[in-house]
């Protein structure tokens, strides 16, 4: 017998699926302790970042109210082994930078700047001592560091064309010139700054203490259209001394070793751009569900589900693509060209994903509140930052034909 409380449930709309963009279920094969940190990375974005984030990049301005909550999580030093860091595999460095991706790109790029390509650089290129004195304080993000390669004048051809110069007078360094677009500058403590040696036309690292190093002076870049949360700063250095202990010496003796620390961290902006994808995915997903045209949800119309599936099969497309890189950084196999099509790829597929994403939303896409229009014009930064995809291209394009067609 049909009773009257079963007749109401049977008329209750069924609930509608939660927005999931781990389509395939990737979560599901961390081990427990990888699970565990992506949980409390996803609570730490979720309650603490994604509800004041907005204000911040209207503002222009970084969140340092988060920064002791950032410090409790214990990530300084993701990857790297050793120093007081908190070590990990390459898929747990990738899906901390694609889950704070997932909620906000900036607070991605912002760890990432301190972690890959500052601390990444000392543990590549430093010595023993540079690695006992640096990374432990580093790693407890009592010093936050910055990457200085990128000049005014001299971008994507970083490699032959670098301007600032290095000149050494006894045990001391004298570095002149200037550097833009470096995150975390205009207040870090610690700059990576990579120079010309004047004798050797070669390019060097070297670490300076860029608070207490006379010369050195940041001017915080204003009026960006992406990524408004990180500080992004044109260093001038004018006869800035540095000391020898301070140059990076185990390994950065050419442009090569730069390479080596830009191979880790491309591959880390192939994260980060799935997770803007998410991001933006996830939202715009909630958003048709919710907004009624024609009397219905715009979720229920075939064209809106076409392109939520198209999103959804470029989001998947770039985890399976960066899990499988991982396994090849795990391996010690990573190659430059691998890092390269990985952050072309996903950083192609992004820009494409938070467009249709944008899209879905109408008007209400190009409104900050419902978040999707930040995953929009951040994906602009990570589709440039780290390497263009033109110069990606290059380096694929070199070695799968035999032919560098670098100018
Ligand atoms: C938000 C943001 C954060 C950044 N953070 C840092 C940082 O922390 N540290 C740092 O050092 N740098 C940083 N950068 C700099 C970044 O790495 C450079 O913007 C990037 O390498 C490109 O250089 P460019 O902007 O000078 O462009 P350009 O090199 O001037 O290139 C302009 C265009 O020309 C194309 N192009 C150039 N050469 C060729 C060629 N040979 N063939 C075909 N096409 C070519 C490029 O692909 C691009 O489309 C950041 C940039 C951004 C936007």
């Known amino acids: 017998m049909v009773t009257a409380i079963a007749m109401k449930e049977a008329r209750q709309p069924k609930p509608l699926p939660a927005p999931n963009s781990d389509f395939y279920q990737f979560a599901e094969t961390l081990n427990a302790d990888e699970l565990a940190i992506l949980k409390k ?10 509800p004041i984030i907005n204000k911040y990049w209207v ?80 790693a407890r993000m009592d010093k936050i560091g910055c990457f200085g390669l990128t000049e005014p004048l001299v971008g994507s051809g970083a490699g032959g064309g670098l301007t600032t110069t290095a000149k050494r007078e006894g045990d001391t360094w004298v570095l002149n010139g200037q550097k833009r677009w470096i995150g975390n500058a205009p207040w870090c403590d610690v700059s990576i700054i990579w120079a010309r040696d004047v004798a050797d036309n070669q390019v060097k690292g070297f670490i300076v203490e860029n608070k207490t190093t006379p ?29 020898e202990a301070n140059r990076l010496a185990a390994a950065a003796q050419s442009f090569r070793d730069t390479a080596r620390v830009l191979r ?26 919710e907004r009624l045209q024609f009397g219905k949800p715009i979720a229920s119309f075939q064209l809106i589900q076409d392109l939520l599936t198209k999103m959804l099969a470029n989001i998947t497309a770039c985890q399976c693509m960066m899990v499988r890189t991982a396994q090849l950084a795990n391996e010690g196999k990573l190659t ?8 072309a790829f996903t950083t192609a597929k992004g820009r494409e994903t938070v467009s249709w994403a944008r899209e879905v939303l109408g008007g209400n896409g190009i409104i900050l509140d ?35 067609a670098f100018v």
Request: hydrophobic fraction near 40%; glycine fraction near 12%.
């Open 59 to 138: 503002e222009d301005a970084f969140p340092f109210e988060l920064l002791p909550a950032v410090k409790e999580l214990n990530l300084g030093g993701l990857g790297i082994q050793g120093y007081g860091c908190a070590g990990g595999s390459q898929l747990l460095v990738g899906i901390v930078g694609m889950e704070m991706a997932r909620f906000d790109a900036s607070m991605a790029t912002f760890f990432g700047v301190h972690n890959f390509l500052a601390m990444g650089s000392i543990e590549v290129a430093g010595s023993e001592e540079q690695k006992q004195k640096w990374l432990p304080t580093m």
């Open 215 to 243: 010369g050195f002076s940041v001017e915080k870049m204003q009026n960006k259209i992406a990524l408004k949360v990180v500080q992004n700063g044109q260093i001038t250095m004018k006869e800035c001394r540095v000391p």
């Open 41 to 50: 990375v996803h609570a730490f974005m979720e309650t603490k970042v994604a």
């Open 264 to 289: 880790g961290t491309r591959y880390y902006v192939g994260w980060e751009a799935t997770g803007c994808q998410m991001g933006a995915y996830e939202n715009a997903l909630k958003y048709t569900q």
């Open 370 to 404: 419902y978040n999707v229009a930040r995953f929009f014009a951040d994906a602009e930064a990570l589709y440039s930052y780290e390497g263009t995809y033109q110069m990606q291209h290059l380096i694929v394009g070199k070695a799968i034909t035999g032919f560098s």
């Open 336 to 343: 430059d060209q691998q890092s390269g099509l990985a952050k």
